[in-house]
Structure formats: C-alpha cells, structure tokens
C-alpha cells in the first residue's frame, strides 16, 4: 500500500556546495508546485518577484503554491505544526528542509525519528548531500563534517561538473561511492530524477542495484579512519532476531556506525524490507517493490569506523543462526 | 497508560512488527503477544550469560531482571541493554565472543 505521508527531505552539504541554487531550481518547476521548503533564512533565496504572491514573517507564499518558510531554532515545534495542521491549511506535497552548510543532518534527523507524532503525517524520505566538486578532496581532507554530511546521504548530486574535467568529475565520483556505497550519485544532469526522489520516489532501485550488484562478492573500501563494506546473508532472516541483534550493536557500537543500510529478506517472504541506521539512530523499516529477478538474499552495507568486516560477519551469522530458545518467557 | 497499574505504556519502536504495520501485516492482540513471548525467548538466550531475564509487562513493556541485583521496567528493546549494563554490571557488545550471550 502506497504511503500517503508528506515526503521530508533533509537536503545537505558544505558551504558553497549549491544548496540554494538547488533550491531556487525547484521553486520554479512545474512537477515541483506546492513544496515546503524549511531554511535558515528566506531571504538567502533570492526569489523571484514574479512569482512571489505574498510574504508575511518568515514565511514566503509563492504564486505557484510554493512555500518558504524561516526555521531558526524550532524544528520539531514546526514539523508539529505541519503533522497537525499544514499552513494555510492545505497540506504541502512534499517537504524539503534544507540544513547550514556546516550543520550535522544526523541532529535533524534525530528530532524527526525521534518524534513519533510527527511521523503520523510526515515521512522522512532521505537526505540529500550537495558535494562541491571542486572542492571534494579537500573538503573530505580537512573537515570531518564532510564526512558526516557523505555517510547518511541517500542521495548524493555532485555540483559544479562545469568547473572540473571528465577525469577529476570520475575521481570525485568513486570518492564518494566508496565512501557511501548504498548512495545513489548524481550531478544536475539528473536532476529530473531527483526530482522524483524528493516526491518521494522509492530508493528500491539502488538498494536492488546494490544488491545485484555485491551479492556476490564483498565490497571493502577505506577512507581515512572510515570504511566500507557489503555483507550479504543467502539464508532468510528472523525480522525478530535480526532487530535485537541491530538494536544491540547500534547501543555497544553507535559511536562507530557511520551508516548502516540495506535490504533484508526475511523469513516471513514477501517484498524486501529496507532498513537504515545513522550512529544510534535506527529509521523505521520500509517495504520496497518486488524483488527484481529470481535472486533473495540480504544485503547490508556498513560504513563504520574502528569495527572490522569480519567481527561484524561473525556475530550477526552467529545470532542468525541460533536456534530459538525452547521456552517463551511468561507474561 | 495502562488502566489497571497507571504505567504509561511502550511506544512505538521499529524493532516491533507492531509498529510497522506498513511492512507487516497488521496484527491481531494474540499475534503481538506472541511476538513479544518470541522476542522475550531471544532476549532471554542472548541475556543468559548476564544472569538476567527479560519478561513481558503489561504487553507494553519489559521487565529486566537479575538474579540477586533487582529488576528495571523499560519502555523499549533499545531501553533492555542499558539496564542489562547496569543490572549485571557487564557490558553487553553482540561483537564479544558469544555475541552477547556469556
């Protein structure tokens, strides 16, 4: 059954990285009418005078049902507001809150994970992070919130291709899927495609793709302090033990858990089921579209720091492969 | 919040098929508590070697028990493993030899 929430997309990136161009090239889409875009400061955009309609505070009401709206210091008082009662009382189609280009997504998406009553009316659709890609070595050199803002990416747009050349954009490009596999990347030339992932369009196809693509072999690559890796488990999971032994490694490890994302096929049968997990911070799982061919397996990518492959390996076919205990406990 | 004992109840956690009726199928009151008995087994084996038991309260929350040093009322699965730590004084890390299991 299709979700009929209000899609949030936490858009990202480094200072310079083209947040707000992004964000005016929305504005002005005809596929893109009635966003709710969530900023530090509307006055940053730069609006057309044509299509504004009617500015009051710190809200912005476009002519082509568009609106802007300042969000300084009260996320969760605002996306409440929104749950509950959509401004001007006709709810947005979609929801983009942009972040500062030094702020870390993972607060964000802590408050909106974190707030039940949000997520009745609201879902979190993903994060897209904006890579200047002209600066990406040296960014991902030299500020650790680079970093961040790569590994809890769904989406990545790498801007600026106009100003680097085909091999440096390549570079750029394996830079960042090493570092976040379970990514889809993209720059403006894919923009009507990321349109449709800010509508809330499934991110089944790349964790498909990423399936397909690792089953059968493992991905490991290294980036400073951080790696990545695949692992992929051929026999059908219990959801049940899989959550307990998730909940229990994001509580000794979340420190070190950059990322963890995938799809996992469970006992039960049925559509894959997509999990996601920043640091302690474990998303509601989803339900994709059917599996692509005849394949079932589960694949999870791990983007961690200080944990190696094959401990993870261990313990979690380990604790797959108990066999349930005997005896249920008594109410 | 439970009308007998004023216990406010559990939340929503994405560890429950309950919570996540989108994924699972929606599930009757005998189905939940049958997830939670299941979810109670594996808590149980995982937690043994901690000298603890995990029981179901109130269909809402858990009971963290150890064997000489009291019992913690949780709201959640993610809620078990700080008072787990607590109660028995280990660390509980799924990556230790037995995956968390003693």
Redesign the interface.
Known sequence: MADARIPLTIVTGFLGSGKTTLLREILVRPEMTDTLILMNEVAEIGIDDRLLKRLTGDTVLLDNGCVCCSVKDDLKRVLLEIAEAPPGGRAPRRIVLETTGLADPRAFLATIVGTPMIGSNIRLNGVLTLVDSVNARRNLADFPEFTGQLTVADYVLLTKADLVSPEEMTGVQAIVTKLNPAATVTDWSGLDRLCDFLNGGSQSGALLKLAETHASHHIHHHHADAHSFCITLREACDWSRFAIWLSMFVHAHGEDILRIKGILYLESGGAPVAINCVQHLVYFPEHLPLWPGEERSSVLVFILRNITQDAVMRSLNDFLARAPALEPARA | MCGFCGIWGA??H????S??P???SAQSPVER?R?R??????????LRGHRL????WG?EQWIVEHVSNGSEIVDS??A???AAEKLSKR?????ER???NG
Do not use: H, Q
């Not at chain 2, 994405?14 to 098929?17: D, N, P």
């Not at chain 2, 008995?37 to 995982?46: D, P």
């Not at chain 2, 660390?91 to 990556?95: N, Q």
């Open positions: 939340k929503n994405w560890s429950l098929k919570s996540n989108g994924v699972f508590m997830e008995y299941a979810l109670c087994a594996i808590l149980n084996e995982t038991k995990v029981r179901d269909g699965i993610a078990v493993w700080p660390r509980v890390d799924p990556l037995g995956g968390g």
